[in-house]
């Protein structure tokens, strides 16, 4: 069964219209604050309009859109040579076009009923997007990791998108079906308990609530077998050492005297070999001197006492691949003190088309503003910026650093009590992140201290799992054919 509503109830609207005076967004400009039992009737009324049992039902409904056509729409504002490569990437298994499939998934849930309880969405909330990185206090925490597409919009975009995640890693894992159902349940599980716990803090305490990475190494290990304990501590040692200097001593070469990057394309490819006739010192220097401006006096003052040194394109992760993206190398006294960061397009979210334009007018600041929003500690040196194409066409990036202590979980060989573990975690670290933007009372008032919504979204990720399945076909199909040129093996 398909639902047939595409927007918010009357209710749910009315809903949103007052959540959002009670933000501060007012006509007047005026900032009202809704009591407890005010935003608990928000949360039941927008059930009432939106039953929970209806976000598991799923089915392609007349009109949609042909999924490859979809991709190749993302690939025309994209490196051209480059798009190939992502084509390979997504064409190795259901689960890798999952990862790069985000604006199919929202064009399909753009054709479901909202609940209207808004927060800043991730946009691409799949398992694979969660992960540990350092701190500014140089501790390590666990939290979402990737905000290309963040956008306000109901929280069960994400949720939908997340527990979907679950059930296509399951099926590539081998699981049965009673396997994955008890993976999947655990996903909204670890949300909706988090999320009604979130909502009983102090406003303060929530936000300053954060997931310590080790901590929950030691919680997760009571459900590992002895082999992936093993893992994981490997894993974690190698995330504390990801830093500049280990990317320093992996990815550069002394050339007369001065460090370079080394060139390995078409992965990376130094900054003087794609040169359009500017002045690439020049270029990279303005490029960090726009970026500089949006940082914070204290952070400009950091960035100040190192030094341009060289810089590449280079290609990332699965979804991303084909916009541009470059690593550059600064230096801070000498060589045993760089500082390397990544500078990346951020286009428009793929929920702009369903959900309606960013108040940000650069796509950059969408997502350094999303992410603070969405994350307990950010990166320190997250800022933007607008460069000049050599087209002379406008093109919006933001800038963080390369390595900063960052690792994500190795679900291969995960049994399903282990996955299943990881997916209440994924769950319960998202909730956090919607509770700092979205109203956690009404949220949690909606998904109830029962399994409903669990029931639910268990169903729903095992049809959408279907879907994804022949989506993958039709992109495998499309490569068979000749329609598009996939590059596989980088």
Known sequence: MSTTGTRATPTARAAVAVRTRAAG????GKVSHLSIAERTALGKTARAEVPRSVHGEWSALSGRRDPVEMLEEQAATRVRELVPIRYGRMGVSPFTFYRGAAYVMAADLERSPRTGLDVQLCGDAHLSNFGAFAAPDRRLVFDVNDF??????????????????????????????????????????????????????????LWYSRIDAESLMAQF????????????????????????????????????????????????????????????????????????????????????????????????????????????????RDTEDPLFLQLKQAEASVLEPFLGKSKHANHGQRVVEGQRLMQAASDIMLGWDR????????????????????????????????????????????????????????????????????????????????????????????????????????
């Open 148 to 205: 290309d597409e963040t956008l306000p919009g109901p929280f069960e975009w994400d949720l939908k998108r997340l527990v979907a995640s679950f059930a296509v890693a399951g099926r590539d894992l081998g699981f049965p079906f009673a396997a994955r159902r008890g993976v999947n349940l655990a996903v909204t599980r670890g949300y909706r308990e988090a999320v009604r716990e979130l909502a009983s803090l102090k406003t303060l305490d």
């Open 25 to 28: 967004s007012g006509a007047n």
């Open 221 to 332: 290990q009571g459900t590992a077998s002895a082999k992936r304990r093993k893992l994981m501590g490997k894993n974690l040692a190698k995330t504390r050492s990801k830093d500049s200097l280990r990317a320093f001593n992996k990815l550069t070469a002394s050339v007369n005297g001065e460090p370079r990057i080394v060139t390995d394309p078409p992965l990376i490819v130094p900054i003087e070999d794609l040169s359009d006739g500017r002045d690439i010192e020049e270029f990279a220097r303005g490029v960090i001197r726009g970026y500089r401006r949006t940082l914070q006096g204290d952070r400009k003052h950091l960035l100040e006492r190192f030094r341009y040194v060289h810089a590449a394109r280079n290609v990332v992760g699965v979804g991303s691949v084909g916009t541009r993206a470059w690593i550059i190398l600064l230096l801070g």
């Open 387 to 490: 460069i000049t194409g050599p087209g002379g066409d406008k093109l919006d990036f933001y800038m963080r650093q390369l390595w900063d202590n960052k690792g994500s979980a190795i679900i291969d060989g995960m049994k399903p009590r282990e996955l299943a573990a990881y997916a209440e975690i994924c769950g319960h670290t998202l909730a956090r992140a919607h509770a700092r933007s979205g109203d956690a009372v009404a949220i949690g008032a909606y998904l109830g201290s029962g399994d409903a919504m669990d029931q639910a979204l268990a169903d729903f990720a095992e049809l959408y799992a279907d879907q994804n399945e022949l989506d993958y076909a039709a992109l495998s199909a499309a490569v068979k054919t000749g329609r598009i040129n996939a590059q596989a093996g980088l």
